[in-house]
């Protein structure tokens, strides 16, 4: 009987630990998407749906096992990511395609291109699409259409390719003055 009681009370005891340090974790949670809110009423809204994410995870804490919540926390963390990794790489890829002039591109590593109103960029090695998004001209930012598999080397890819096609298009204005300059002095002669 008594031996009973203490395994009870051990496992109360440890439940109670497992609850107190899942609490931690949220708390934390919370903290960290704080210090992530930025400036567009996009951001603020997504950042909102984590919220309330976390709310219900707080309230099915007592029906979930601790490994469960954990998974929960980890997708809505990863969910923000992924659409903060789409509004940096969707413009980037716009702007490549209004460069080129073509709705369609493919580099060695991916190809990005316009489906139905909806720019989507698949990896050319194994064929995975990483990013279907559309743009919300209401709000001014890209949506996932589906879920986005971005990872931080496709960011920095994206980045350094907007720098290159920046550089070519200065270059393209400069040529188009140069041209203009010419014809003037040509005409004024």
């Known amino acids: 009987m008594v031996e009973s009681n203490s395994r009870a009370v051990g496992e109360s005891s440890s439940r109670e630990l497992g609850y107190q340090a899942l609490s931690a974790s949220i708390l934390k949670a919370r903290a960290s998407l704080e210090r992530i809110k930025l400036n567009t009423a996009a951001t603020a809204r ?5 919220n309330r994410n976390l709310d219900a995870i707080e309230q ?3 029906c ?15 969910e923000l990511v992924q659409w903060e990794r789409t509004q940096t790489v969707a413009p980037i890829l716009a702007r490549i395609l209004k460069v080129i002039g073509t709705n369609r591109f493919g580099g060695q590593k991916y190809t990005v291109s316009w489906e139905k109103e909806q720019l989507v960029l698949m ?4 064929s ?3 990013m279907r998004a559309s743009y919300n001209s209401e709000e001014s930012h890209w949506e996932p259409v589906e879920r986005s598999e971005l990872t931080l080397d496709v960011v920095q890819h994206m980045q350094q390719n907007a720098q290159r096609v920046e550089q070519r ?12 300059s010419n014809r003037s002095q040509e005409l004024s002669l």
């Open 123 to 126: 990896r050319n090695s194994d």
């Open 60 to 62: 099915r804490r007592m």
């Open 128 to 130: 995975v699409q990483l």
């Open 169 to 180: 298009l200065l270059y393209l204005q400069q040529e188009k003055e140069k041209s203009r």
């Open 46 to 50: 997504a950042i909102e749906n984590i």
């Open 64 to 78: 979930h096992t601790q490994n469960e919540l954990v998974a929960e926390e980890l997708g809505a963390e990863e």
